[in-house]
C-alpha cells in the first residue's frame, strides 16, 4: 500500500495503471523505501510512501476484483477517477 501526500491511498498496481495510461508521470522512485514522486496532471506533485495495509484508515478499503486491487475511499460517492476506473 501506498500513502499520498493528497490524504489518498493506493496499491502499486493502482499506480502502475495510472502511469502507464498516461495520466501520471513519474519523476523519481526511491527504492530502498519505497516513496515515488509522480507529477499529475496541472503540474501537480504526489509523493507516495509504502504503509503498512493494517495501518489503513477505517474509510479505505481494499477491494479485490479478479486481477485488480484498488484501495477504495467508502466516505466518497460517485465514480472512480482517471483511466477506466483502474
Request: hydrophobic share 30%; proline share 5%.
Amino acid at each position: 500500500m501506498l500513502a499520498g501526500s493528497n490524504g489518498r491511498y493506493y496499491t502499486k498496481k493502482q499506480v502502475r495503471a495510472k502511469l502507464e495510461c498516461g495520466s501520471w508521470r513519474l519523476c523519481l522512485r526511491e527504492r530502498h523505501s519505497t516513496r515515488w514522486l509522480v507529477e499529475l496532471p496541472g503540474e501537480t506533485l504526489l509523493l507516495l510512501t509504502a504503509v503498512e495495509p493494517d495501518s489503513l484508515p477505517r474509510w479505505a478499503e481494499i477491494r479485490i476484483d479478479g486481477n485488480t486491487t484498488r484501495v477504495v475511499d467508502t466516505r466518497r460517492r460517485g465514480p472512480s477517477e482517471g483511466c477506466a476506473g483502474r
